[in-house]
């Protein structure tokens, strides 16, 4: 999982989100959400994948 794979999930631009992520512009509030809101769908998704072994 990378920032551009997040920003895509959630409707952002990978450029911004990278900028959140190094500390170079602060999200507001509203932006923030929308982030934990898309890291919590991955989260969700990957939690319902099974795996098939032998």
Do not use: D
Not at 21 to 41: A, F, M, N, R, Y
């Amino acid at each position: 999982l990378n920032a551009k794979f997040l920003a895509a999930k959630i409707g952002m631009n990978p450029t911004l989100l990278s900028q959140y992520v190094q500390g170079h512009k602060k999200p507001s509030k509203k932006q923030t959400e929308k982030i934990l809101h898309g890291i919590h769908q991955i989260g969700q998704e990957l939690s319902e994948i099974n795996l098939i072994y032998r």
